[in-house]
């Protein structure tokens, strides 16, 4: 499979812990983005990069996140001292810089996480 | 914040009847997209469309887009039942890089 791959696929886990999500996006794609969507709402931009450098943040993305993209390929999203109210689902989505679908963005089936 | 708005919220039609869900959005873009989220899976992209174009057709879906009154409109022709799904409009401005901004979705049902 060449698509989008995401883990884990949940997680659960305590208030005040910290997690860390994976994204693994199609191999030739330079951008990357994290997106987060709660129940019954569309998804919300969180971070995206271009190769390693991260170019933008959302007001969303709190002190305690984190994101990185290191080599330019994976992507690791971190969460720490989770609240309740970061249970929701975190997508990855993937695209190319050029070409005829540059603007075309290839979601993973996200990490659902739950903070009791 | 959301930028699009879908209209309706929730749409439940025949198998065979056509649906159409409309998008309005508020600020200048350099695209507009619709996605479709099966319940607890992944976004699939459906189809985009420049601010330039007016119509794009792909398969039994017909996109609209109209600049002037910030409005889009996704037509699915003759449905099936695996079209249940939520359809998610989604916005690109020109000032960022491809960050897409979605809508809160319409939840389509088809009956069979």
């Known amino acids: 499979d060449t698509g989008v791959s995401q883990n884990p696929r949940h997680k659960i886990t305590k208030r005040g812990q910290n997690v860390t999500f994976r994204c693994d996006p199609i191999?030739?794609?330079?951008?990357l983005y994290w997106y987060r969507q709660t129940l019954g709402q569309g998804p919300e931009f969180l971070t995206y990069?271009?190769?390693?450098?991260?170019?933008?943040k959302s007001r969303l993305l709190s002190d305690r996140f984190s994101a990185e993209r290191p080599k330019g390929s994976f992507s690791t999203l971190e969460i720490q001292r989770t609240e309740q109210g970061d249970s929701a689902m975190y997508l990855c989505?993937?695209?190319?810089?050029?070409?005829?679908?540059?603007?075309?963005?290839?979601f993973g089936p996200g990490t659902r996480l739950t903070v009791l | 914040s959301q930028q699009g708005e879908e209209d309706p919220q929730a749409l439940s039609i025949q198998e065979g009847e056509n649906a159409t869900m409309n998008c309005s959005y508020k600020?200048?873009?350099?695209?507009l997209q619709w996605y479709r989220q099966n319940s607890g899976r992944g976004l699939v992209h459906l189809i985009l469309?420049?601010?330039?174009?007016r119509e794009k057709h792909s398969g039994r879906l017909r996109v609209t887009l109209d600049t002037s009154k910030k409005s889009s409109s996704l037509l699915i022709t003759a449905s099936r039942a695996a079209d249940t799904a939520s359809y998610f409009c989604?916005?690109?401005?020109?000032?960022?890089?491809?960050?897409?901004?979605f809508g809160s979705g319409t939840r389509l049902s088809i009956r069979p």
């Open positions: 990069f271009q190769n390693e450098a991260q170019l933008e």
């Open positions: 989604a916005t690109v401005g020109y000032s960022s890089a491809s960050k897409i901004i």
């Open positions: 989505a993937s695209s190319l810089v050029d070409g005829p679908v540059k603007d075309e963005q290839f």
């Open positions: 600020t200048s873009i350099n695209n």
């Open positions: 191999s030739e794609h330079n951008r």
């Open positions: 469309i420049r601010s330039n174009e």
